[in-house]
């Protein structure tokens, strides 16, 4: 599929997948395609970034690669390995069969044969369908080595391997980062991409996100439960319920048959929204009621 000409495009190919996105966000995604910027994506865990990368290259028809960032990832485990057991297994094969040029088995032991390769050298290779999309995500768990890396790899789309040489993509890919902000990423890293802060949705685009992915939910529960999620994000709690736990949430209720929000359901469901004990604990007893009513208040006509 071609790339979408218009803001509204993107905004019609993404609800095509199931992602709900207001014009903002469209427009900063059709301007990375426009432009050939990578995107950073920051914003609370849960809130839909990850999604966005997923839709976009199902609605572009392009492959997925997907970089997961942990603490202590390095270049090597981001970009590629070489295959040491299968060469071990060669340099024995050659030592039995009595091989002496040690020049030849050098070469044909350091060739693609032996290489592995990990998400950012798979994007660098040529695609059928199109560049792929690259999904590094949420980068704000690596440490900033691995970022200075990643800033020059993304400069210039190629990597370097020392026994093979340089790597360069023909085309380069459609880069997506995402960040949790548990720590600030590097401004020199952020400079190189559009930046946009995906925040919690309203009410109204909540409700619309909910049709898309759980379209089987009646009207009246699916207001209650963005109405209720909404309530709960006010709320002084350790991790705050994304867009993804109201969805699994509004799923977990279908499954057992719930019409209407109750203080017994929500007790007996919390697991679904809510994801530490301690905030578990905090919605007991009386809690859970009085958040409830506050939500079908909100609901109430002014």
């Known amino acids: 599929m071609t790339q979408p000409n218009s803001i509204d495009a993107v905004q019609q190919m993404l609800g095509a997948q199931g992602y709900v996105c207001g014009r903002a966000l469209a427009t900063v995604v059709f301007l990375s395609l426009k432009l050939g910027r990578p995107l950073f994506l920051e914003g609370e865990a849960g809130v839909g970034k990850t999604e966005i990368a997923k839709a976009l290259a199902t609605g572009l028809n392009r492959r997925l690669i997907r970089l997961q960032c942990y603490e202590g990832l390095d270049a090597s485990s981001a970009v590629y390995e070489w295959n040491f057991p299968a060469q071990m297994v060669a340099i024995r094969t050659a030592e039995a069969a009595g091989g002496s040029d040690r020049g030849a088995l050098q070469s044909e032991l350091f060739s693609d044969d032996y290489l592995i390769e990990r998400p950012l050298l798979q994007a660098m290779r040529p695609d059928e369908q199109g560049a ?171």
């Open 132 to 302: 792929p999309v690259l999904l590094i995500d949420e980068l704000d768990r690596t440490d900033e080595p691995f970022e200075a890396f990643l800033l020059e790899a993304l400069s210039d789309f190629q990597v370097t391997i020392p026994e093979l040489g340089t790597i360069a993509a023909p085309q380069p890919p459609i880069v997506i980062v995402t960040s949790n902000r548990t720590r600030e990423v590097h401004d020199a890293l952020k400079r190189r991409c559009l930046y946009h802060w995906v925040d919690y949705p309203d009410f109204d685009r909540e409700i619309e996100i909910l049709h898309a992915r759980a379209p089987e939910a009646a009207e009246a529960l699916s207001r209650e439960v963005v109405a209720f999620v909404q309530r709960l994000r006010t709320e002084d709690l350790f991790k705050k319920p994304g867009v993804a736990e109201t969805i699994d949430w509004a799923k977990c209720l279908l499954a057992l048959d719930v019409i209407n929000l109750s203080p017994e359901v929500i007790g007996d469901t919390l697991g679904a929204i809510l994801k530490y004990q301690d905030d578990i604990q905090k919605l007991q007893g009386s809690e859970a009621k009085r958040i409830l009513d506050q939500a079908k208040a909100d609901l109430e006509p002014a």
